[in-house]
């Protein structure tokens, strides 16, 4: 079956540009998450979705980053007035349920270049 | 936040040698604690998890060992494959919440 997609797959971008990152989910899947991933670095927590609401929306770095969710499926990561700092994958998960205890499942993520 | 950490950021195995990673948590309201795998340029793929109410949890050739005493995880690989060969992160969260906390990773080499 489908797993989780993200696009684009690599993303170059001019400092000060705003970009857009889109996750499409495992069908069903309520709970949808954002990470990202500086390079050799681990797993960032940006934020997390319970439907098409964010309840922990406690890792975004700055008010440059927001993100939303709509029909409790794609969700779009914002980028505004990127900066070189920005530069990482950007990596999407969902699980079937919001709790813990369920498996998150990855997507390929985005890799975002800010020159 | 708490963060997870790792003892080794990297370690190197023989083929067929069984293979121990290890990791320290921190926040003792952890209760739910998960293995990724993660290969070159692909997005992290679960491995096992296991919950505080238990000490071992084994799946296909891994072994996941909780020591809540020392706040202490490790994923033990049976016969460690040149397939295995990846970054492991182990994580962790709080039951409330719907999060994971992630460590740095762990590189497996798997010399032939």
């Known amino acids: 079956g489908a797993g989780v997609s993200q696009s684009p797959s690599n993303k170059v971008t001019e400092k000060g540009k705003d970009v857009e990152l889109r996750c499409d989910p495992i069908s069903g899947h309520t709970a949808l998450y954002w990470y990202r991933q500086r390079l050799g670095q681990g797993l960032e927590f940006l934020i997390y979705f319970q439907g098409n609401s964010a309840p922990d929306k406690s890792g975004l770095p700055s008010d440059r980053f927001s993100a939303e969710r709509t029909g409790e499926s794609v969700s779009t990561l914002t980028i505004q007035r990127t900066q070189q700092e920005d530069s990482a994958v950007y990596l999407c998960?969902?699980?079937?349920?919001?709790?813990?205890?369920?498996?998150?499942?990855f997507g390929p993520g985005t890799r975002l270049t800010v020159l | 936040g708490e963060s997870v950490g790792l003892h080794l950021p990297t370690l190197s195995v023989q083929e067929g040698d069984n293979s121990i990673i290890n990791c320290a948590y921190s926040?003792?309201?952890?209760?739910?604690f998960i293995w990724y795998k993660q290969e070159s340029g692909k997005g992290p793929q679960f491995i096992i998890d296991i919950r505080s109410n238990m000490d071992k949890r084994q799946g296909q050739r891994v072994t996941v060992l909780l020591n809540k005493t020392v706040k202490h995880l490790s994923l033990q690989i049976a016969a460690t494959q040149p397939g295995d060969s990846a970054v492991y992160f182990c994580g962790d969260g709080r039951g409330s919440q719907g999060n994971l906390i992630f460590g740095k990773g762990t590189k497996l080499s798997v010399k032939p």
């Open positions: 998960a969902s699980s079937p349920q919001g709790r813990l205890y369920n498996e998150q499942f």
């Open positions: 926040n003792s309201a952890s209760d739910y």
